[in-house]
């Protein structure tokens, strides 16, 4: 995981408060006037990197007529002295090639008309709406006991609702968050049946008022068939998901994607979204 972009804010704000206000004394001032002494030390700074622009240009002119001067005094003159030879002229080489576009697949139709394909093929499904404080479960009051012998414990139901909202909710509904957190393409939600992951995703998307997009095998088994197909609904989902955000895609027995063999009495073709979904997550 990468090492999160708030720390940096918050180390800083800590020396700030060491340096400036840990031993400062507050108790004579009630009324909390303004400091001259800390308003002249920030100023200061500003005021120092202004003046050294302006001193900058000052030396870049004068050295320039320094230079003048010299050539002058050694008798050189501008636009004399040897040619040089130009060389033939360079063709303009492009170091490698330019990474491909995506090709618009329906450039003639409106987001509106996308929208509803998807809604009609069942692809774009409607959702229970639920909250996030609705999955009930308590906090694991024996978590630290456990861990001080050295011992992890299970993660309790508490834990995957705070991971659930940490890592799918606040960054798609948060501008700062998405901005600065660790980035997060896909999450896995995994447990046995009955114990509430489809809920988790449907409260996900009732929190942020998101679009559903279904991309299970068993829903996706018989539309959009073949290789032009499913290039076609990819296009489809992502085109509808990049311009009316939030989205989310949802991806149920995600684990049958990856089976080696797949049992012959399953006509739902679970690894028909390998490829995408392995090139999509490096």
């Not at 008022?209 to 279904?214: E, F, V």
């Not at 998901?241 to 990856?258: C, D, H, M, R, S």
Request: hydrophobic share 30%.
């Amino acid at each position: 995981m990468v090492p999160s972009m708030f720390i940096p804010g918050i180390e800083e704000a800590s020396s700030t408060y060491e340096d400036i206000w840990k031993q400062r004394d507050e108790t004579e001032n009630f009324q909390q006037k303004y400091d001259a002494e800390l308003i002249k030390e920030l100023k200061r700074g500003e005021v120092e990197s202004e003046i050294r622009i302006q001193v900058d240009d000052l030396m870049r002119q004068e050295l320039k007529n320094l230079k003048a001067a010299l050539q002058k005094d050694m008798g050189k003159k501008g636009g004399k002295g040897s040619a040089k030879k130009k060389g033939g002229k360079k063709k303009d080489k492009k170091g490698g090639k330019k990474g491909k576009k995506d090709k618009d697949l329906t450039p003639d139709r409106t987001i509106e008309s996308l929208y509803e394909e998807l809604v009609k093929e069942g692809i774009l499904v409607q959702y229970p709406k639920v909250k996030i404080s609705d999955y009930m479960g308590e906090y694991s009051y024996l978590g630290t006991t456990l861990r001080q012998a050295n011992i992890e414990p299970m993660p309790s139901l508490s834990d995957v609702r705070r991971v659930v909202t940490e890592y799918g909710v606040l960054p798609m509904g948060s501008q700062t968050v998405h901005e600065t957190a660790p980035h997060v393409k896909s999450i896995m939600i995994a447990g046995p049946h009955g114990t509430g992951k489809r809920m988790l995703v449907n409260a996900m998307c009732s929190e942020l008022g998101a679009n559903l997009i279904d991309l299970t095998a068993e829903n996706i088994c018989g539309r959009y068939p073949g290789k032009a197909g499913l290039t076609m609904l990819l296009h489809l989902v992502m085109k509808v998901g990049k311009l009316l955000q939030p989205t989310v895609i949802y991806i149920g027995n995600a684990e049958k994607t990856f089976i080696k063999k797949v049992p012959k009495n399953d006509m739902s073709d679970p690894k028909r979204l390998k490829k995408e979904t392995t090139e999509d997550n490096q």
